[in-house]
């Protein structure tokens, strides 16, 4: 059943909400931030099961009417604000944040508390940010909201100003390793658990077919680094080839691979461990000996800088040529 025992790791951040939930003094709006995969959403469902369970506990039992239908995703009093994935680009439009205003003010149908859950904050444009401005601060009686972020940078102070930050904080590498062998993913619990950074959603990922598809997309960013201007540009054009809806995911887990690399680099150069890319022992060591200290700054500093551009839409292609030549011009310092 969904409760919360089965949610791994966030014990902190899970008694502080049901403890607000069971005096009454739950905030009007939270603000959900940690990496992508590590368990936000899982929680936001499970505090808006929670706020309207017909049981006699505030964790949720996981077997009533509202309980079953939050689950399934149709309770018409827990609303989720998404990007529309019939679109190019992964945003939330203005018109969407004005449905749902319209229609928190109305009377709830059946639940204790109307929950809006925003996932991922970061796709609100800015019209649809500031449109949520007033509700959010001052939200209609019985409704609260859950904005979910993966950069709490990239929104708007004044968004980021009005909400409760809760922050969420890796799962330990054995306590996924354990989840993943009792998922029946024996075979890479090991790796996938130690690159997924403590981010059960990743985990989990990984251990699929995606630590296969990771591991290729590394060794294809590093050939291109390693090669001259014209394949740099060849790989960027072919990442952001198509329209974003199909390439954002790729880039996405390019700009992860190049902060794994980085955080390796940074172990390394200072003595310490474990790392990540154990299989590139070379690699790791070139990038330490060549980015130690200021390179690596200035590269993460890069990083961040493309996401950034990228959720402004600016052209994929332009964002990552941009990207490739200067990790390529620092790494050739």
């Given amino acids: 059943m969904a409760g919360v025992t089965d949610i791994l790791g966030h014990r902190e951040v899970i008694t502080q909400l049901w403890d607000a939930l069971e005096r009454g003094t739950s ?3 939270y603000l959900f931030e940690g990496p992508r995969g590590v368990g936000k959403r899982t929680v936001a469902n499970r505090l808006a ?6 049981g006699p506990a505030p964790t949720p039992c996981g077997a009533c009417r509202p309980c079953k239908a939050i689950e399934a995703g149709t309770h018409p009093d827990v609303l989720a604000l998404e990007p529309d994935p019939s679109r190019a680009s992964p945003i939330i439009p203005v018109k969407d944040v004005r449905e749902v205003i319209r229609r928190s003010g109305y009377h709830r149908y059946a639940g204790r508390r109307r ?13 649809a940010a500031n449109a949520l401005l007033k509700t959010l601060e001052e939200p209609p009686e019985g409704t609260g909201f859950i904005l979910i972020a993966s950069h709490a940078s990239a ?4 968004i980021v100003s009005r909400c409760q930050r809760v922050r969420f904080g890796p799962v330990p590498v054995p306590a996924l390793r354990d989840w993943l062998q009792s998922q029946g993913k024996g075979r890479v619990a090991e790796q996938a658990a130690a690159l997924s950074l403590g981010c059960p959603g990743r985990a989990l990922e990984l251990a699929g077919s995606g630590l296969r598809k990771r591991l290729a997309t590394r060794d294809q960013v590093l050939e291109a680094l390693q090669g001259d201007t014209a394949a740099r540009h060849d790989l960027a054009r072919k990442l952001t080839a198509g329209d974003r809806a199909k390439w954002s995911a790729k880039v996405n887990t390019v700009l992860e691979v190049l902060e794994d690399l980085l955080r390796d680099a940074a172990l390394h150069a200072a003595g310490r461990g474990p790392l990540l890319n154990t299989d590139r022992p070379e690699v790791v060591e070139h990038w330490a000996r060549a980015l130690w200290p200021g390179g690596l700054a200035r590269c993460a500093q890069a990083i961040e800088d493309s996401r950034r551009s990228l959720q402004v839409y600016v052209t994929g292609r ?11 011009r620092e790494l050739g310092r």
């Fill in 115 to 127: 929950v809006v859950i925003i996932d991922p904050a970061e796709a609100l444009q800015p019209a």
């Fill in 27 to 29: 905030h009007h709006a």
């Fill in 49 to 54: 099961m929670a706020s309207n369970c017909e």
């Fill in 318 to 328: 332009t964002v990552m040529d941009a990207l490739l030549a200067t990790l390529s």
């Fill in 155 to 158: 929104l708007l102070p004044t």
